[in-house]
């Protein structure tokens, strides 16, 4: 079974600019999450999807972030303009929502570095 | 406010040592509790996975055990070897499907 995909795996931009990052979901997984990593810090979770609504954006920035989930699979994260403050690595787990586990599964991460 | 706190940040220990990891969680209604590793530059692999209803969970050399009432997780790590170094992360969640709330992590280097 093909785990979470994310690209690109690294990007650098300059402040100011925008920059969007891509997720692909394990298959049939109808939950999917954009966490957000700052170096020596745990991941903070920016938005949560089931299918293709929103559950939960409590904590992205929404004057400069946003997200989108077509048709309830492949997801996007978009920043707009960015501040130096988003170098991160960003996180896409995915899970299913059925059953009582709920074991949450992460790709790679994309590491921005803001200059 | 929900929170996840890790001891220590950092541990350095020589290979063959008996080994744990502390996590405390401010709101003890926990739904389910996750231990990750994360290598340098890679992304989160899940290691154990304990249910509110639990008290631990195992797999090979790692015991994961659950205090509810106290706010507390441990992970122990038996007979370090040096490809257990990694940060080791503790995340909770509070509802089914529910966002993970995680700790800062602990830093683990084994010495060979």
Do not use: M
């Not at chain 1, 810090?41 to 004057?63: A, T, Y």
């Amino acid at each position: 079974e093909a785990g979470v995909a994310q690209s690109p795996r690294y990007k650098i931009i300059e402040k100011r600019q925008s920059v969007a990052f891509w997720c692909n979901p394990i298959s049939g997984h109808a939950t999917l999450y954009w966490y957000q990593q700052i170096l020596g810090q745990g991941p903070k979770l920016l938005i949560q999807f089931q299918n293709n609504g929103v559950v939960d954006d409590s904590q992205l920035p929404k004057d400069r972030f946003s997200a989108e989930r077509l048709k309830g699979v492949d997801s996007t994260l978009k920043i707009q303009p960015a501040k130096l403050e988003d170098s991160a690595v960003y996180l896409c787990a995915s899970s299913l929502t059925a059953g009582p586990i709920n074991e949450q599964y992460f790709g790679p991460g994309t590491r921005l570095t803001v200059t | 406010k929900q929170e996840v706190t890790q001891i220590p940040a950092a541990l350095s220990v020589p290979e063959g040592e008996n080994l744990v990891l502390n996590c405390s969680f401010t709101d003890s209604a926990i739904y389910n509790l996750q231990w990750f590793r994360q290598d340098p530059g890679k992304g989160l692999t899940s290691l154990l996975l304990i249910q509110s209803s639990q008290r631990e969970q195992t797999s090979g050399r790692l015991n994961a055990s659950l205090d509810k009432s106290s706010g507390r997780s441990t992970l122990y790590i038996a007979a370090s070897q040096p490809g257990d170094s990694a940060t080791y992360l503790c995340a909770v969640s509070y509802n089914q499907g529910g966002k993970l709330i995680f700790g800062q992590g602990t830093e683990l280097s084994v010495k060979p």
